[in-house]
Nanobody
Framework: QVQLVESGGGLVQPGGSLRLSCAAS????????MRWYRQAPGKEREWVAGISDSGISNYADSVKGRFTISRDAAKNTVYVQMDSLKPEDTAVYYC??????????????WGQGTLVTVSS
């Protein structure tokens, strides 16, 4: 009933930039915290960044100063601007959100993922 769809991934050179988007849709009453995770091949999924319903953001140490998370509450959309990308940023990036549905249920929703490849 609630879906998250990521977009914006692709191939970029080291030092380049990408902007990822994640839009929530469906039977939504409100979207609370939104987060980005990533998973590289052969590695566990790790948290990258998050933003609260009040707009407070937090980042993993590995991306501080390079990534910026933001949200557009009216569009139920979260973004991450990724600058100064490094090869070690290569991963599938997933959007995650805690959503209050119109049926008053709290849902932990994940997107399908979008691949970011940082390579020369």
């Amino acid at each position: 009933q609630v879906q998250l769809v990521e977009s914006g991934g692709g191939l970029v050179q080291p030092g380049g930039s990408l902007r990822l988007s994640c839009a929530a849709s469906g039977s939504i009453f409100s979207v609370n915290a939104m987060r980005w995770y990533r998973q590289a091949p052969g590695k566990e999924r790790e948290w990258v960044a998050g933003i609260s319903d009040s707009g407070i953001s937090n980042y993993a140490d590995s991306v501080k100063g390079r990534f910026t998370i933001s949200r557009d509450a009216a569009k139920n959309t979260v973004y991450v601007q990724m600058d100064s990308l490094k090869p070690e940023d290569t991963a599938v990036y997933y959007c995650n959100a805690y959503v209050l549905s119109t049926g008053r249920a709290y849902l932990d929703v994940w997107g399908q993922g979008t691949l970011v490849t940082v390579s020369s």
